[in-house]
């Protein structure tokens, strides 16, 4: 015996269908737009080469300054988290370097295929630090992924850190 009406049961899932279908075409919209952003970035790239565009970070590259704006007036207005900015930024520049449409996704796929937990050695584990090992730490990650190819992700993780964390620098491995 039902106490609902299979009528009402169909009525609601299909307003989370409408919902779904609604933030579908919602998001196309937003890449389509924000494909239009890359697009523009990529005419700009007519005079400088590629790496100019892609190396550094967001305090000494305009160009970089410039996506993370776009993405930070998102979160300025409540439409997305910080973090989800920094990952569309991220993707934004996969997109740049590979020619490849803009995807909320890119940076998933491309690590993804880049590392495999079974081949990574295990850090170990932390029993006391300092700011400066954090630093070092830090550093070396940042090494790491630009040894990966993941020059975006790279770019994101430092412009994090030099935003939040006083007086951070990137060491250089090896001292």
């Known amino acids: 015996m039902s106490f609902v009406p299979k009528t009402v049961v169909n009525s609601i899932i299909n307003s989370f269908k409408g919902e779904a279908q609604a933030v579908s075409k ?46 930070g007036a998102l979160v300025e207005a409540k439409y997305i988290s910080g973090n989800t900015a920094r990952q569309y930024a991220q993707c934004f520049w996969i997109a740049f370097e590979t020619g490849v449409p803009f995807s909320r996704e890119l940076a998933n796929k491309k690590s993804a295929g880049t590392a495999s937990a079974s081949t ?31 020059t975006d992700f ?22």
């Open 26 to 71: 919602a998001r196309t919209e937003q890449d389509k737009q924000i494909n239009k952003a890359l697009d523009a970035m990529i005419v700009a790239n007519d005079k400088p080469t590629k790496a100019e565009f892609l190396k550094g970070n967001s305090i000494k590259n305009p160009a970089r300054a410039e996506v993370n704006e776009i993405f």
């Open 120 to 150: 990574a050695p295990n850090a170990g584990a932390v029993t006391s630090t300092s700011r400066s090992d954090l630093d070092k730490t830090l550093s070396k990650a940042l090494a790491q992924a630009r040894i990966l190819g993941l």
């Open 154 to 175: 790279a770019a994101t993780m430092l412009d994090h850190c030099i935003e939040s964390l006083d007086g951070f620098t990137e060491t250089v491995l090896g001292k």
